[in-house]
């Protein structure tokens, strides 16, 4: 059994250079890695935690949270892609859609042009749609809102109650639904996704 036999509904496989940076030689299941991403990811919120200054929308900050929540299990953690995938943006147009991105999300903020939910989901969805890195780009993109909602004013989001969905699969399922339907031009379940208990 290999890291990319057992995905879950949505997830993006690995091709084999991306899998060549796994640093943790000894995983050999889907649920091995996520486990042990999970715990990486839980040294990333100490990390959030101790920083004096957030800045989500900074491209620099991005890349950074990516690294601090994937640098133990993988040599790219915070590095864009190089390759394409089933979903995402072409890999050569990252780098003109991200800094895009955040700069259409900072007028957003700096105007309140729309209720922060909209703008940090928006910004969420947009963020999942490019789909910069390798791997982790869900729970990166429910991070990085997190962190904006709250610079609003706002409570984190619960994402139905668990901000991993890499397991869950009836909840997985909702979330993928809502993020197609957000593909349609349409945020309203990814909204209520975002704020469900």
């Known amino acids: 059994m290999g890291l990319n036999d057992d995905l879950p509904n949505g997830a993006t496989p690995l091709d084999a250079d991306e899998l060549h940076g796994l640093i943790p030689t000894h995983l050999v299941s889907r649920n091995q890695l996520n486990e042990w991403e999970e ?81 940090a989901v928006g910004f969420h969805h947009r963020l999942v749609s490019i789909h910069p890195f390798p791997n982790g780009n869900g729970r990166h993109a429910r991070l990085i809102a997190d962190v904006l909602i709250e610079q609003l004013g706002a409570p984190r989001f619960s994402w139905g109650g668990s901000s991993s969905l890499v397991n869950l699969t009836a909840l997985r399922q909702d979330y993928i639904a809502a993020l197609r339907q957000a593909d349609r031009g349409d945020l309203s379940a990814l909204l209520a996704f975002a704020r469900a208990q």
């Not at 949270?65 to 072409?90: C, N, P, V």
């Open 39 to 119: 715990r990486n990811i839980q040294a990333a919120l100490s990390w959030i935690e101790r920083q004096r200054r957030l800045r989500p929308l900074e491209e620099a900050w991005l890349r950074r949270l990516h690294r601090e929540m994937f640098a133990q299990t993988w040599r790219w953690a915070g590095q864009y892609r190089s390759s394409d995938k089933s979903i995402g943006a072409d890999w050569r147009q990252i780098r003109m859609q991200l800094p895009a991105l955040l700069g259409d999300i900072a007028f957003q903020v700096q105007h309140l042009v729309e209720e922060p939910d909209l703008i």
